[in-house]
């Protein structure tokens, strides 16, 4: 049974500045706070000897496709992000101005990329069925990385954050926001974590703007979560298996695969192959299923992120470490540093 909390329980002062506008240079160098009955302060690089042999850690492989588009409608111009693949060169959009858009409009974003409108939808989101002959390779031409809103790009993102904004161990095409807790790994990194006996295994969850989308209903219980789309293999969920066996941890880097982890996970914590859709909403009194610890970024008041690391460690823990980290100036969200959260 969900405890009933109100929206405001999950608010904080953050000032403008902790937000980052940078990533930390090594990645592996961003500052790390551990939560658990007390807080330590370290930085990422520290993990491996946080960590204990037979632990398996799990990554997100999703990639970020460059679905920000800018075009005309004619004279109009237009703004397309996308964010939901419906088939090969379909897919659901935010546009803007999307009220001046209607059905089998074409916009032209390229030379060789232009879309009709071949739906409209409520705020302001459209359905584009795009006009190309290889899609991938037209986004990678004419689309920007689609950096958050509070990351401050104006007129134009920077060159180098089309590899900032992307893990180093990216694979699966498919996300339109960055699992960023996995932005802090480096290959330095993997290899002190595998001398160190800790194994490692992937999933694949293509994060969408739903993920960081505000909660504006009093009650949080009432928010809904937009789906999105998921895999585990066979093969990762009989090592998640066969690693609770041995009494070895779960370390889910990022909220995306702890997610993806918990929607495949029986009420016994026994992991199934999975792939599909999953909208699980997680808020203070859910009960984990399996896994033990997780890795993530400081997240934004009000938000689902912030409602997830309640339930996971406490939410007067999780108050008192971001009171901590708003006072001694750790980075907050996407470029942001990261803590290392214990179950509460």
Not at 318 to 330: E, M, P
Request: aromatic letters at 8%; hydrophobic letters at 40%; charged letters at 25%.
């Amino acid at each position: 049974m969900m405890n009933r909390f109100t929206l405001d329980e999950f608010d904080f002062q953050l000032p403008p500045d902790r937000i980052a506008q940078e990533p930390a240079r090594p990645r592996d160098s961003a500052r790390m706070l551990e939560i658990g009955q007390t807080l330590n302060d370290c930085v990422v690089s520290d993990l491996p000897k946080m960590l204990t042999p037979g632990d398996l850690l799990i990554i997100n492989d999703t990639k970020v496709i460059p679905a920000r588009l800018y075009g005309k409608r004619g004279d109009v111009n237009v703004e397309a992000t996308l964010h939901r693949q419906i088939d090969k060169n379909m897919w659901r959009a935010f546009a803007r101005p999307g009220r001046r858009l209607r059905p089998n409009d074409v916009i032209i974003f390229g030379e060789d990329l232009r879309a009709s409108v071949e739906k409209k939808l409520d705020n302001g989101e459209i359905i584009l069925d795009f006009i190309t002959n290889d899609l991938t390779m037209s986004l990678v031409e004419n689309g920007e990385m689609p950096l958050p809103p509070y990351i401050k790009r104006l007129p134009k993102l920077h060159e180098d954050d089309f590899g900032d904004y992307q893990t180093i161990y990216a694979k699966e095409p498919g996300a339109v926001a960055a699992p960023t807790a996995g932005l802090h790994f480096t290959n330095q990194l993997f290899d002190k974590l595998a001398s160190n006996g800790v194994q490692l295994a992937k999933v694949t969850l293509h994060v969408g703007p739903g993920t960081f989308l505000p909660v504006r209903d009093v009650r949080p219980e009432d928010h809904v979560m937009h789906a999105e789309v998921g895999r585990i293999t066979s093969k990762t969920a009989n090592l998640i298996n066969n690693t609770k066996s041995l009494g070895k941890r779960i370390v889910a880097v990022g909220t995306t695969s702890l997610r993806l982890i918990e929607s495949a996970a029986s009420e016994n914590g026994e992991v199934s192959e999975f792939d599909g859709e999953t909208d699980l909403f997680i808020l203070p009194g859910y009960k984990f299923k399996a896994v033990d610890m997780l890795m993530t970024n400081f997240h934004l008041p009000k938000s689902t992120l912030f409602m997830l690391v309640s339930a996971f460690s406490g939410l007067e823990r999780i108050q008192n470490a971001y009171q901590h980290a708003v006072k001694t100036h750790y980075r907050f969200y996407s470029y942001g540093d990261a803590c290392l959260l214990h179950r509460g």
